[in-house]
């Protein structure tokens, strides 16, 4: 298979140069028996610099792999994949991946440029709350702290891109609410272009400026929708209407889908 993969816009300046563009024509890997699994089809997704976008979709669609080809982890597509001109990349996955026989600033120090170290990220020290864990180690963190210290080590590099993959699950609601909080706070106050996975609708509205829907594999968007920067934070009143809206146009794309030839 042939891969096209273009990590800076050196040969088209003007087209896009501050945003995140991606076009996968194809994303196939090789499944444990070596059939060949497409994952992904003529998917594009473009995010302008300094918004917010959520994505979302079925289990197992690929949100993970566009995540990554995203973030140049997976360069084995067809496609195009175009990030802003010397971007820093600032990465949270799923877990939160830290090495256990390092403290937490031990842990964050080791992304920082040479000659800086946590105490330098005082601020977002202490926005995350983590000033009182500097010293422990990650098997003395409860899961939310666990997931702060990665948010903070993402931060730490001061991203002008961010991707996040689920970074609030299997948290309980009161501690993901504060740190949807932090986070928006962060990404709104730097102007990051952020890209966050997730399965909560409500939530995808409380923190995105553009929404992405995939469809079952081979994955595609199939409905994007971009929300009015108003108030912000939005209130309950405001996500649960655009909740509405977005769940009625689903439900609509659903209907046409099954009443098509390929849809039966």
């Known amino acids: 298979m042939k891969t096209f993969w273009c990590s800076h816009l050196k040969d088209e300046p003007n087209a896009g140069a501050d945003a995140l563009e991606l076009r996968i024509d194809s994303k196939t890997y090789l499944s444990a028996d070596g059939n060949p699994v497409e994952v992904i089809r003529g998917l594009t997704l473009r995010l302008e610099?300094?918004?917010?976008?959520?994505?979302?979709?079925?289990?197992?669609?690929?949100?993970?792999?566009?995540?990554r080809i995203a973030a140049g982890l997976d360069s084995d597509f067809v496609g195009t994949r175009r990030v802003p001109p010397s971007h820093r990349l600032g990465i949270v996955f799923q877990e939160p991946r830290l090495l256990p026989w390092r403290t937490v600033e031990e842990n964050i120090n080791l992304v920082l440029p040479e000659g800086k170290t946590a105490t330098d990220l005082g601020p977002l020290v202490e926005t995350l709350g983590l000033a009182a864990h500097m010293a422990h180690y990650p098997g003395e963190l409860s899961l939310g702290l666990a997931r702060r210290v990665a948010i903070a080590r993402a931060f730490a590099v001061r991203p002008t891109l961010l991707l996040l993959d689920e970074p609030f699950v299997s948290l309980d609601e009161t501690t993901a609410a504060r740190l949807r909080e932090e986070l928006t706070a962060l990404t709104r106050r730097e102007k990051i272009t952020t890209l966050c996975v997730t399965h909560g609708l409500a939530e995808a509205i409380e923190l995105a400026d553009h929404l992405f829907f995939l469809s079952h594999r081979p994955a595609a968007v199939v409905f994007a929708r971009q929300l009015h920067r108003r108030e912000l934070p939005r209130s309950k009143a405001d996500i649960a209407s655009i909740q509405h809206e977005v769940r009625d146009a689903l439900a609509r794309l659903d209907g046409a889908t099954a009443s098509s030839p390929e849809g039966r």
């Open 49 to 67: 610099a300094g918004t917010f976008g959520a994505l979302m979709g079925p289990s197992g669609c690929g949100k993970t792999t566009l995540l």
